[in-house]
């Protein structure tokens, strides 16, 4: 049997177990022009929240009693394309199922031999671009600048990071527990990292790291972490905005201190992206991004889960910072 | 004697009468190497009004019982200097005063052959140059494309939707009243205008004038009209913000919907800017101003106040809405 997981209920705020339902169906059969693939390893990722609301966004919404879909790793177990045999694996926005057929359409073929094939959900992936592409695009971090990057020790923090440091910045992260703390300034060597949760004074924290401005926040949380970030940036700052994962769950509209007055006076600039708007650079960011990988310069982490059932729990634990780096869920070998 | 205008007391709030206070002085004696100057046109602009706060900002507060300054033309009356001669008119940041020497820094000659002097104050100069570098560097409007502007009938306000239709946009203005709203759709060609007081709703009556979203969205007002704009902003948007004249008087930190989620889902910019960052592109951009003036494809539009007791109150009258295009008092001939 094949089991599939659908989006059962709407989440009102936080999401819950409640909101998912499995279902088991029959294997399909591929038909000609078609693929059967294998369900590897499933990527979680915050942004799928957005989907879950019956709201016009820049995807559309998931639909009641359907699949969720996210970035998926898989392998042909059949083909009945030139362009794809057995034993292949594919990267792809794929079904929380199983097994699936595919016409192959947005599908990229993915080498287990040149990186592990988490990666290709990861740092090789969607992650890792959008992480490269939102500073280097956006952020445009000079040598000798300060970056801070909220949501530090996720899968877009993490590297956000690490590239600042490539960069020739002053790295300071923002998470939410003490062993993502070290796990920041040792492993990734940021240089500051601070816990939201426990430090007294976020915006005198980061006053005390930051002695020079910031002149670069690439944000991943918005809400009041971002408010404190906020209150020390340098003229010219930029803001590239990857996500608010703070107020996904919200259902009232945030309120929040307004921030036109800021960027005026400081002449900042403020830009949410999503990374399909960089599509035409992946080629040449996937190049940069393997190149620091095999030399070392760039480490990957990911927190991974086991089993295909524990998908919904693994997504769940996004929003309790359960992760660091990447969160991926191994459904298969 | 020599008229003077001090700041008196700082403003909780909206200002009033009561924070300036005007003395008399001698008029002072030039020395080698200074002007005597006679103010002929003073500039009230809405950005002052943060002058008057103790507070850090892009520019250093007034100090209290020390003249006001802002832009002013005045006529050179004795000169120690090379460069200037008697009669000779100039623009330049000012003191409140009728009579105020200058060791010439920061001084620019201006033409009354070429425009009329108080065009150095308004189209000419830094509110046209606002209007045209903050639209063009910052809201890159294409053929084609909607632009929406608040306080639409103000100094910037007035420039900004005429060089919108000009570059080929569809324009449409926010302001405060009908009289006003005629004369964006009058004698500025705006598409259409809205008046902000009188429309029951400010989201719909946007939604209606701009059919296809809005691109470009400049703004001068911040507050609850641009909520009701970035509502229906498109993918990419571009937002400059200018000015923040509804928040200037706010004594507590202004609160709003936050903005990460829409800028997030729209990849859209949002950036600050004074008019000194562009310094690079005066020249070329006052170039491009006065041909069109002279062209007649560019009508500027003042409010002039006379005499130079009535400084403060033309100031006071801006967070009225009492002016058309520019606001500028005449003090001299």
Chains 1, 2 share one sequence.
């Not at 790793?73 to 926005?93: C, R």
């Not at 769940?316 to 991926?328: H, P, S, Y």
Request: glycine share 10%.
């Amino acid at each position: 049997m094949n089991k599939t997981i659908l989006l059962h209920k709407r989440p009102q705020g936080k999401p819950s177990l409640e909101n998912f339902k499995t279902v088991s169906e029959e294997v399909p059969t591929p038909k000609e022009g078609e693929l059967l693939l294998k369900t590897v390893y499933v990527s979680v990722d915050p942004y799928l929240r957005g989907r879950m609301n019956d709201a016009k966004s820049y995807i559309p919404p998931f639909e009641l009693n359907k699949p969720i879909q996210s970035g998926i790793i898989a392998e042909v177990v059949d083909s009945h394309l030139q362009d794809f045999k057995k034993g292949d694996f594919v990267s792809g926005m794929l079904a929380w199922k199983e097994f699936q057929t595919s016409t192959g359409k947005g599908l990229t073929k993915v080498d287990p031999k040149l990186a592990k094939l988490s990666s290709y959900l990861g740092i090789l992936g969607m992650t890792g671009l959008t992480a490269y592409l939102g500073l280097t695009e956006i952020g445009k971090p000079k040598e000798g600048e300060t970056l801070v990057v909220s949501g530090a020790a996720g899968a877009v923090g993490t590297v956000v990071g690490q590239i600042g440091k490539l960069l020739g910045c002053k790295v300071v992260g923002i998470t939410g527990n003490d062993e993502k703390v070290k796990l920041l300034t040792s492993t990734f060597h940021f240089d500051h990292a601070i816990n939201y949760k426990t430090t007294p004074d976020l915006k005198a924290a980061i006053k005390s790291s930051c002695p020079d401005g910031v002149d670069v926040y690439f944000d991943n949380v918005g809400g009041e972490i971002s408010d404190a970030v906020l209150a020390h940036i340098n003229k010219f700052a930029r803001l590239p905005v990857c996500g608010a994962i703070s107020l996904y769950n919200e259902t009232e509209v945030p309120m929040g201190p307004r921030l036109q007055p800021i960027l005026l006076t400081k002449s900042a600039t403020m830009r949410g992206f999503i990374i399909g708007d960089f599509a035409s650079k992946f080629p040449s960011a996937t190049r940069q991004l393997a190149a620091w990988l095999n030399e070392g310069r760039l480490q990957s982490r990911e927190t991974i889960a086991e089993g295909f059932d524990n998908i919904p729990q693994a997504f769940l634990d996004l929003f309790e910072g359960k992760n660091k780096g990447k969160m991926i869920v191994k459904v298969g070998e």
